[in-house]
C-alpha cells in the first residue's frame, strides 16, 4: 500500500457526461501528479500541483480539468466525454520539496466510456 | 523534451536465473533521476528502484539492480534469482530537476516468468 488513495475504483459512464475523480496523496505529501495510462498513448503526464497551486501541466486536454483544495486532496475533472478517455487513471504525490522527491501511486481509477 | 525507449516489448526468464531489462533515454539536462516501476496484472504502479544522474555508483534494491551508463544514456534492471511474482510489466522512467518533476515513461516491457 503506497498510502495514496483514489476512488472510485471503477467509472462506467456515457459519452458527453462529466466525472470526476478523486485522489488523497500520502501524508504528508505537497504534491499531486495526475496521469492517464491508456493502451495507444501509454502513461502520460497530465498535470501536477503542489501545496494547491498548478506547477505543471503536460498533455491535458481542454476538456479536462483539475484542482488541489487545502487539505491537499486533489479532482481530476473530466467533461465532454468521448470513447478515447477510457483509460486507467493515475494519482501520484510526492513530498514536493525537492528535485529528489519519488513519486508514490495510487491504485488508480478505470475509466470506461461507452 | 525528453524521452525515454525501452526497445524490448516483451521478455521471458526462467525462474530462478537473471534476466536484463533495457532501457535508453535521451535528455539534455545533467542532472536527473531515473525510476523502474513494476505494473502487476492489479495494475499498481510499484517502485522497484531510483538511480539518481550524479551518483556513479549503481543502485541495488536487494535482487534488483541497475546499469547506469551516463555518457551512452543507458539505464538497464536488472533481476537476480527471478520468482514468479516479478511477473509484470515494468516501465523505466525519467524525471528532471527542480521544475521539471513529472515522470516521463517507456512503453513498457512485459515480463514473463517460467517455472
Known amino acids: 500500500d503506497s498510502g495514496v488513495t483514489q476512488t472510485p475504483k471503477h467509472l462506467i459512464t456515457a459519452t458527453g457526461q462529466r466525472v470526476t475523480l478523486r485522489c488523497s496523496p500520502r501524508?504528508?505529501?505537497?504534491?499531486v501528479y495526475w496521469y492517464q495510462q491508456s493502451l495507444d498513448q501509454g502513461l502520460q503526464f497530465l498535470i501536477q500541483?503542489?501545496?494547491?497551486?498548478?506547477?505543471a501541466k503536460g498533455n491535458i486536454l481542454e476538456r479536462f480539468s483539475a484542482q488541489q483544495f487545502p487539505d491537499l486532496h486533489s479532482e481530476l475533472n473530466l467533461s465532454s466525454l468521448e470513447l478515447g478517455d477510457s483509460a486507467l487513471y493515475f494519482c501520484?504525490?510526492?513530498?514536493?520539496?525537492?528535485?529528489?522527491?519519488?513519486?508514490?501511486f495510487g491504485p488508480g481509477t478505470r475509466l470506461t466510456v461507452l | 523534451a525528453q524521452t525515454v525507449t525501452q526497445s524490448q516489448p516483451e521478455m521471458s526468464v526462467q525462474e530462478a536465473e537473471t534476466v536484463t531489462l533495457s532501457c535508453t533515454y535521451d535528455?539534455?539536462?545533467?542532472?536527473?533521476?531515473l525510476f523502474w516501476y513494476k505494473q502487476p496484472p492489479s495494475r499498481q504502479m510499484i517502485l522497484v528502484i531510483r538511480?539518481?544522474?550524479?551518483?556513479?555508483q549503481n543502485a541495488t534494491e536487494n535482487r534488483f539492480s541497475v546499469n547506469f551508463q551516463k555518457a551512452a544514456k543507458s539505464f538497464s534492471l536488472k533481476i537476480s534469482d527471478s520468482q514468479l511474482g516479478d511477473a509484470a510489466m515494468y516501465f523505466c522512467?525519467?524525471?528532471?530537476?527542480?521544475?521539471?518533476?513529472?515522470?516521463?515513461f517507456g512503453t513498457g516491457t512485459r515480463l514473463t516468468i517460467i517455472p
Open positions: 501520484a504525490s510526492s513530498a514536493g520539496g525537492g528535485a529528489a522527491d519519488t513519486q508514490y
Open positions: 501524508s504528508g505529501d505537497l504534491s
Open positions: 500541483y503542489y501545496n494547491g497551486e498548478e506547477r
Open positions: 535528455t539534455s539536462e545533467s542532472d536527473y533521476y
Open positions: 538511480q539518481e544522474a550524479y551518483k556513479q
Open positions: 522512467a525519467y524525471r528532471g530537476n527542480f521544475g521539471n518533476e513529472k515522470l516521463t
